[in-house]
């Protein structure tokens, strides 16, 4: 995604622990040229989303390690804040918006309302972990990806959700969001206001998590969808 998105402008991380996807997203920037990967994490203790972090452990020190072990230091313009924080100064153009951080419904959509006023046409924004027990990955990818004309192809790789900004054409792609938001809208009452489903209701949840399609696309395909 952070290599094939057809537009101009940064690569920004929003989550990123120890530093595992900051390390794929620094090699494809270096590889293509496309500038520096811009990553902000507090690195606090304990994440409730990254489990084995410890309680009273930063994952700073890890994070930075991995970066010198994958060789991308130099690539990667690390920022140890919370997204409120960098929002507050940011301006510059958002090619690619990786969302990873504060799992819950108010922190995933604060993430996507401060930064989409930086997307430009053509960017792709991905949300982790849609397809778990969290309730704000599912409901901003449903309701303020999936629910809106300024985004056009989009779906689901794995239980990464991706959209793409598409705010000049993106009601030319309505049905195909419309048809994956029913699917991926029935998930939302078993995680609504942070509940964990449990016993009987984890299974229905899993039913119907089966049901959304999330296989890994073929790579020709996605390139012609976002092109």
């Not at 990786?98 to 108010?106: E, K, L, V």
Request: with cysteine; glycine share 10%.
């Amino acid at each position: 995604m952070a290599a094939c998105a057809p537009a101009q402008g940064i690569i920004l991380e929003i989550g990123s622990f120890k530093g595992k996807s900051t390390v794929g997203l620094a090699s494809i920037a270096q590889r293509f040229d496309l500038g520096p990967v811009v990553a902000v994490d507090p690195h606090s203790a304990p994440a409730v989303t990254d489990f084995g972090h410890g309680s009273g452990q930063s994952s700073w020190d890890d994070f930075q390690a991995s970066l010198r072990t994958a060789g991308v230091e130099r690539t990667v313009e690390a920022h140890r804040a919370y997204s409120s924080d960098l929002a507050r100064g940011w301006t510059r153009p958002i090619r690619f918006l990786w969302i990873d951080g504060d799992h819950t419904y108010r922190g995933a959509k604060a993430d996507i309302d401060l930064f989409r006023p930086h997307l430009v046409s053509g960017a792709i924004v991905a949300l982790h972990d849609v397809l778990h027990t969290f309730e704000g990955p599912v409901r901003v990818f449903a309701e303020e990806l999936l629910d809106s004309n300024e985004f056009g192809p989009a779906g689901l790789c794995g239980s990464i959700g991706w959209a793409q900004y598409r705010p000049s054409d993106g009601g030319a792609w309505r049905d195909q969001r419309c048809a994956l938001r029913r699917r991926v809208g029935r998930l939302i009452a078993f995680v609504k206001d942070g509940r964990e489903p449990k016993g009987f209701r984890k299974l229905r949840f899993k039913l119907w998590r089966g049901l959304v399609p999330h296989a890994a696309p073929d790579a020709a395909a996605w390139v012609r969808a976002v092109s």
